[in-house]
């Protein structure tokens, strides 16, 4: 059948904030909802037959929301009231960090080239590192560790559209939207992926 994880704190420990030349800005450079596009990629990864994942993130809302319905039901139904069936648990559970992000400001070489932008046009490479450790429930031993690094190289094409290169694949993809424009955010998701992967 399918593993059962759990994920727990996936956090960001760059300290990294915003790159900003025109004033003092304290907006952190990496995204701190990490753990979102962990459990996301852990969904998807096996076409989403690989991982069942249980929610741990807000367990205190789960919880509450549970014994609701338990009172709920002892109010409305009293002694005939059908018991909540047992929560799922995890035979392992996932953790980890970005440990590291690095953004360089870049002309012409091959990353020009395969973005398909002039030589003199200016880029960013974003460089993120992850590290995921898969956690045994039962004997709190650290099984499996993966240290994944990523580099993006990201270039405006109009607007909010951008273009990006996984540097390591030679993969151009393009994206439009603000959402899912921040360079970072993307390279920040292709590491976990692949660390999931992995």
Known sequence: ??????????????????????????????????????IKALKDVGGGKWFRVVERESLQSLLQERKLIRTTRQI???????????????????TGAITGYDSNILTGGMGAR???????????????????KLINVTS?????????????????IRGDVFRYLDTATKLLEAEVGAATNEPVGYAVRKAIEKGVVE
């Open 1 to 38: 059948g399918m593993i059962v994880l759990a994920v727990y704190q996936f956090v960001d420990l760059t300290g990294q904030q915003k790159p900003n030349t025109a004033f003092g800005e304290i907006s952190k450079a990496v995204t701190q909802g990490s753990s979102n596009l962990l």
């Open 114 to 132: 395969y973005l398909g932008i002039g030589a003199s046009t200016e880029y960013r490479l974003d460089v993120v590192t992850v590290v995921l």
């Open 140 to 156: 709190g031993e650290v099984e499996l560790t993966a240290i994944v690094e990523k580099s993006i190289a990201s270039a405006g």
């Open 76 to 94: 409305t139904q009293g002694d005939k009231a059908k018991p909540l069936g047992p929560m799922l648990y995890a035979g392992a559970y996932l």
